[in-house]
């Protein structure tokens, strides 16, 4: 980098050649430490990331022990979730189907049809 200034610096007149600041050298140590913070902090996230690599191979490793990754997947939160609102909608479908004889609303024959249907588009 210090020979292209120079190269550009050479054919100025004698009068116009640069003068060396003190606030450079200054500048350049910043600028260093800057880059030296920024490695440093790369290689700790780096480092991060190969702990949680090791975490997961980890956890994969012992789940044929546990029921594989079928169990693990069943007490996913998402799959939980899942399971609680699957259980609800059977509920109200049950619930629809026992009064249909008491509430004879098309809206409620409707309601209780379209949940069934959302239940085996999901199986």
Known sequence: MATDCQQHTDNLPDTLQP?????????RNERGEVLAA???SVARQQREIELQ???????????????GLSALAANCPLRSREKRL???????????ES????????????????????????D
Not at 19 to 26: H, S
Not at 53 to 67: D, I, T, Y
Not at 86 to 96: D, F, N, P, S
């Open 19 to 27: 003068v060396p600041v003190e606030g450079d050298k200054a500048r």
């Open 38 to 40: 920024i490695a440093d």
């Open 53 to 67: 690599q090791n975490l997961v191979a980890l956890v994969l490793q012992s789940c044929p022990r546990s029921g």
């Open 86 to 96: 699957r259980e609800a909608i059977q509920e109200a479908i049950e619930v629809l």
């Open 99 to 122: 009064t249909r004889r008491s509430f004879k609303s098309k809206q409620l024959e409707m309601l209780r049809k379209n949940l069934t249907a959302v239940l085996i588009e999901t």
